[in-house]
Nanobody
């Protein structure tokens, strides 16, 4: 059972930056895929970014392309989400997720992920 713990959320002004971290409770195997989602009040959970644990390819949601970057540190079992040029529309609870990459190249749907973190709040003020 993989447990994921997010951290790094907080309050930031528009135009600012934050880096979220997602630490896994145990070693993430090379077959895993890691993703970030977010959910704003009254809205559905939205795919933000993802990457395979063993590779370097990345995939982003349209609304964050060019502003957010997903990276990982294999030695620390940690995935990061660097968020730049934040806007109030980025305000949401951000979730880390993981699962074995059983098909395809990238997972962008909630149903494709088995393990989820508890979420971390990101609030962007004007």
């Amino acid at each position: 059972q993989v447990q994921l713990v997010e951290s790094g959320g907080g309050l930031v002004q528009a135009g600012g930056a934050l880096r979220l971290s997602c630490a896994a409770s145990e070693r993430i195997f090379s077959s895993y895929y890691m993703g970030w989602f977010r959910q704003a009040p009254g809205k559905e959970r939205e795919f933000v970014a993802g990457m395979p644990w063993s590779g370097k390819s990345t995939y982003y949601g349209e609304s964050v392309k060019g502003r957010f970057t997903i990276t990982k540190d294999n030695a620390k079992n940690t995935v990061y989400l660097q968020m730049n040029s934040l806007t109030p529309e980025d305000t949401a609870v951000y979730y880390c997720a993981a699962n074995v990459l059983y098909s395809g190249t990238h997972f962008t749907q909630q149903s494709e992920y088995r393990y989820w973190g508890q979420g971390t709040q990101v609030t962007v003020s004007t």
